[in-house]
């Protein structure tokens, strides 16, 4: 018997992680080449849901990132308060993430654990430096797309910032107004 449905074509890991990177960095002008170059640089890793890939404040083992292929992960931050986390992003397929870590080695700012299953390319400091020597333009590229999302996010981090500083002024006026209110009916109360 005839199955009227084809099979479908399997995807080719490589190529999906080629595009994806692509995408994540639009502006760099990466040519499809130049992407593989890059893609061919990463080691794959597989991680289960609910697997930490990295907690805030590592300091060891911290200098890759990661061009999320499959799944999704939760980036998290402590709020100070024990045991009180903040939800920063949800990570989708197509983004990186950890780039500070791969520049500049130093501690994660965040925790970042996987939501459902996922399928990761890590480029590590090492593999970087190496694209550097041996695929400059590439690794340029590349390094332009990183530096693209960290300033959107900066840019979106002082957007947050500055409604976090006005909400912070409106609600000092109204304790400042409460505190007046509260100190004129005492000193009422004290001349009766």
Not at 114 to 128: C, I, N
Not at 137 to 155: F, S
Not at 166 to 176: G, Y
């Amino acid at each position: 018997m005839n199955d009227p449905t084809p099979p479908r074509p399997r995807t080719d890991l490589r190529e999906h992680a080629v595009h994806l990177l692509m995408r994540a960095a639009p502006l760099a002008g990466m040519s499809l080449e130049e992407a593989r170059t890059v893609v061919d640089a990463m080691r794959p890793l597989h991680l289960l849901a609910d697997t930490l890939l990295f907690e805030e404040g590592d300091a060891v083992d911290n200098d890759y990132m990661v061009l999320v292929l499959e799944g999704q992960l939760r980036v998290v931050s402590s709020s100070g308060a024990l045991g009180d986390e903040v939800v920063i992003s949800v990570i989708d397929p197509g983004s990186l993430i950890g780039e500070m870590g791969v520049i500049d080695g130093g501690p994660r700012s965040a925790s970042c654990t996987a939501l459902t299953d996922v399928k990761l390319g890590v480029l590590s400091r090492a593999s970087l430096l190496a694209l550097i020597e041996t695929h400059p333009a590439a690794a340029a590229r590349l390094m332009l797309g990183v530096a693209k999302g960290l300033a959107e996010r900066l840019r979106e981090g002082n957007r947050r910032l500055r409604t976090l500083s006005q909400l912070t002024r409106a609600l000092q006026s109204e304790l400042d107004a409460a505190h007046a209110v509260n100190r004129r009916l005492l000193d009422a109360q004290g001349r009766s």
